[in-house]
C-alpha cells in the first residue's frame, strides 16, 4: 500500500514564506514524477508545481520566481518552498506522485491536503 503523507502549511503574513514537505511509503518500485497542486474555495484544483525523477521542474505562471519544488528520490520526498505569499496562495495544497508499483502499472497517487492561508 502506497502513502503520500504531508507536512508544513499554516497561517502567514502576505510576503512571508512556509515551506510543505512531502513523503512517499510504501511498496514503491520507482516515482517518475512528483508535484503540488492546490484548491481554493470555490476554485477546481491547479498544478502548481511538479518536478520529474531527473530534477526538471514545471511552474504554473501565477507562482513562478516565488516557490520552489525540490525533492530527494532517495528519500521519496518531495518539498515545495513557498516565498513572497500572497491572499491569492491560500488554499489547501495536495501532494500527488505518479508511482509504479511492484505490478508495473503507474498509478496517480495523492496526499490528504494541507491548509495553506495568506492573511494578515
Known amino acids: 500500500q502506497v502513502q503520500l503523507v504531508e507536512s508544513g502549511g499554516g497561517l502567514v503574513q502576505p510576503g512571508g514564506s512556509l515551506r510543505l514537505s512531502c513523503a512517499a511509503s510504501?511498496?514503491?518500485?520507482?516515482?517518475?514524477?512528483m508535484g503540488w497542486y492546490r484548491q481554493a474555495p470555490g476554485k477546481e484544483r491547479e498544478l502548481v508545481a511538479a518536478?520529474?525523477?531527473?530534477?526538471?521542474?514545471n511552474y504554473a505562471d501565477s507562482v513562478k520566481g516565488r516557490f520552489t519544488i525540490s525533492r530527494d528520490n532517495a528519500k521519496k520526498t518531495v518539498t515545495l518552498q513557498m516565498n513572497s505569499l500572497k491572499p491569492e496562495d491560500t488554499a489547501v495544497y495536495y501532494c500527488?506522485?505518479?508511482?509504479?508499483?511492484?505490478?508495473?502499472?503507474?498509478?496517480?497517487?495523492w496526499g490528504q491536503g494541507t491548509q495553506v492561508t495568506v492573511s494578515s
Open positions: 510504501g511498496s514503491i518500485f520507482s516515482i517518475p514524477d
Open positions: 518536478i520529474s525523477s531527473g530534477l526538471v521542474a
Open positions: 500527488s506522485a505518479r508511482i509504479f508499483t511492484g505490478s508495473g502499472r503507474a498509478t496517480d497517487y
